[in-house]
């Protein structure tokens, strides 16, 4: 099992950037393909993107392509999302999700708490 902590949501204006980071427990982190994914209020939570086990790979939601980036550093046990040109219809809380498939929620085990990201206009 794998636990898995988000940090550096918050409140920027439109056109602002964040960088959340997920934080995992495990050496074996790098065994995992990793996922971003946000819930708006009254929405359902939907995929962000994804990065298979080797960084080699990622995958985004349209909404979000030329925008945000998935990273990760297997040394530091460590997965990131920088976003960059946010919009308000990017509030949401933001999870990061291991253990998945690409963009299919119900795949992945693993989930962290969530990091509340809110965009102002």
């Known amino acids: 099992q794998v636990q898995l902590v988000e940090s550096g949501g918050g409140l920027v204006q439109a056109g602002g950037s964040l960088r959340l980071t997920c934080a995992a427990s495990r050496r074996t982190f790098s065994d995992y393909n990793m996922g971003w994914f946000r819930q708006a209020p009254g929405k359902e939570r939907e995929f962000v993107g994804s990065i298979s086990w080797t960084g080699e790979s990622t995958s985004y ?3 979000v392509k030329g925008r945000f980036t998935i990273s990760r550093d297997n040394a530091k046990n460590t997965l990131y999302l920088q976003m960059n ?3 308000p219809e990017d509030t949401a809380v933001y999870y990061c ?3 998945g498939r690409g963009r299919f929620i119900r795949t992945y085990p693993y989930w962290g708490q969530g990091t509340q990201v809110t965009v102002s206009s």
Do not use: C, F, H, R
């Open 61 to 63: 939601t349209d909404s």
């Open 85 to 87: 040109s946010l919009k």
């Open 97 to 99: 999700a291991a253990g």
